[in-house]
């Protein structure tokens, strides 16, 4: 199991411009094998943008990103989209097709692709056309297609934003699953609830620019950059009374 | 009007009364537009995948060729094959001219730019759709080709079908190449043109209510099939 060293992660100067807008600027970032960061920021701030570039599916327009040390792209990753990309099979076929393109045969791929879909709740759903489930079940679904790779990084863009409450916290106990089994967890969210209780670490976004990476309770008690501080003071009432877990 | 009516009437009787004659030249339409469509499917469906999703020299190039050639005049198609295939052309030895090998070649030759040009348009709006998801979970852009064939199934259902029809529909070139020979080469197309001539209409007739019925019902069945696979697979 044990393959290439893939850590640290490195993003060094990346830039990225997308129709003449540009959507990232000069970030700096490095992530450590285990680590667990949320990438906060407003709209538009170039989170997803950063997370894709990171994933290898856009190339940077400047800088680079290295996985220890080299610019090939690493293969021990996977990443769920804020929306996620279902081929018209069942539920279970789209994990099994993941972990077919991976290599992964016999009846291994079944029960591997049995047990990931379990693990997100939707068990009952398995023999459904994927394309037909809703919203919030493609999305559980997304998460057990990534995680039945075993990745050793996952990028969750935004991965409770279209589930019920129930749900989120279904969901948010897997992602706790995937970092126990020693996963690095890269994830957006504007639930900050969410990103408070499950990451180590906040990078906050700004207009396409990092303002600050800071351990997750000095973040929100006492922002390091004024955009954060904004940010937050905006952001928290809203974050209250949206539909989170549990309080804090 | 009523000798078009009683050759009407005649034309059912023909159909009905299992004329033997009008039912083999029906078998042999349809064996060769079946065979041209698939052979002009099993190259067209991969060839427009593999245009839709690689970048290469002269991409746009192909791609106006293949839209130019959906207009492809049968007869220079046939006139073409002819050539080929005559005894002094470079395919002469083969000895098929005038053979329903010669009709499956030029029917499959007009059908292919047709499935082909329809196949990357409609990959090429998957890819646009699909090409992250694929690209995260490790799949390469040639690997990506009949997995996307594949979820696009009842769309290309209505390709094939249309490709078939073309072929079933086809007659200049058939006629070129094929040569109308009775009991050899005369397909539904070809014995329209030539019974009409000649003034058998009954016969004329019968072959172009089966023509058109297998048309609509071709259609009929695609349409039933995407409206099905639209409400299972979304
Ligand atoms: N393909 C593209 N072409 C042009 N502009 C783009 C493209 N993709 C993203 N952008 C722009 O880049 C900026 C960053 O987009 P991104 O999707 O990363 O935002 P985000 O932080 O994820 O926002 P949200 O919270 O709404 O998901 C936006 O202004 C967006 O309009
Ligand atoms: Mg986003």
Redesign the interface.
């Known amino acids: 199991m044990a393959s290439a060293p893939l850590f640290p992660l490195e993003a060094r100067g990346l830039t990225v411009v997308l129709g003449g807008h540009t959507a990232i600027e000069r970030i700096d970032f490095v992530l450590d094998a285990g680590a667990r960061i949320a990438v906060l920021g407003p709209n538009g701030a170039g989170k997803s943008v950063l997370l894709r570039v990171l994933h290898g599916l856009i190339a940077p327009s400047a800088g680079e990103v290295l996985w220890a040390g080299s610019a090939a792209r690493a293969r021990d990753q996977a990443m769920v989209f804020q929306r996620p990309v279902m081929l018209r099979r069942s539920a279970l076929a789209n994990v099994e097709f993941a972990l077919a393109m991976n290599g992964v045969r016999g009846p291994e791929r079944r029960a591997r692709a049995r047990d990931a879909i379990e693990r997100v709740g939707l068990s009952s759903l398995a023999a459904r056309s994927a394309r037909v489930l809703s919203g919030g079940e493609q999305q559980r679904l997304a998460l057990a297609r990534a995680w039945s790779l075993r990745p050793r990084v996952i990028f969750l863009d935004e991965p409770t934003a279209s589930l019920d409450p129930a749900a989120a916290s279904e969901v948010e106990r897997v992602i706790g699953e995937i970092h126990a089994a020693g996963t690095a967890i890269v994830m957006t969210t504007h639930h900050l609830g969410l990103a408070r209780r499950v990451a180590d670490e906040i990078v906050f976004l700004h207009e396409g620019r990092l303002t600050e990476r800071t351990a997750v309770e000095r973040f929100f008690n006492a922002p390091q950059s004024p955009e954060a501080a904004r940010f937050l003071k905006g952001e928290l009432p809203w974050n209250k009374s949206s539909p989170e877990p549990s309080a804090d | 009007m009523h000798d078009i009516l009683s050759s009407f009437a005649l034309a059912l009787s023909l159909i009905a009364g299992g004329d033997a004659e009008l039912w083999r030249i029906v078998a042999l339409s349809l064996e060769v537009s079946l065979a041209s469509a698939v052979f002009a499917c099993a190259l067209g469906l991969p060839l427009g995948g593999l245009v839709a999703v690689r970048e290469f020299p002269g991409r746009r190039v192909v791609i106006v060729a293949l839209n130019a050639l959906l207009g492809l005049p049968s007869v220079v198609v046939g006139l073409v094959v002819y050539l080929l295939l005559s005894r002094a052309g470079p395919l002469g030895s083969l000895g098929i001219l005038f053979t329903p090998r010669a009709i499956v070649l030029a029917q499959t030759l007009l059908v292919l730019p047709i499935v082909a040009a329809l196949a990357r348009q409609f990959v090429e709006d998957a890819w646009h759709?699909?090409r992250?998801?694929l690209?995260?979970?490790?799949?390469s852009a040639v690997?990506a080709v009949p997995?996307l064939l594949w979820?696009l199934?009842?769309s290309l259902l209505t390709v094939v079908l249309a490709g078939f029809g073309r072929a079933a529909s086809e007659v200049g070139a058939v006629m070129i190449v094929g040569g109308n020979i009775d009991g050899v080469t005369r397909v539904m197309t070809t014995a329209i043109a030539l019974e009409t001539s000649k003034g058998d209409l009954p016969l004329a007739l019968g072959l172009g209510v089966i023509l058109l019925s297998m048309v609509l019902a071709l259609n009929a069945a695609a349409y039933a099939i995407r409206e099905w696979?639209a409400r299972?697979?979304?």
């Open positions: 759709e699909y992250e998801q690209t995260s979970l490790g799949v690997r997995t979820d199934r009842y696979s299972h697979h979304g």
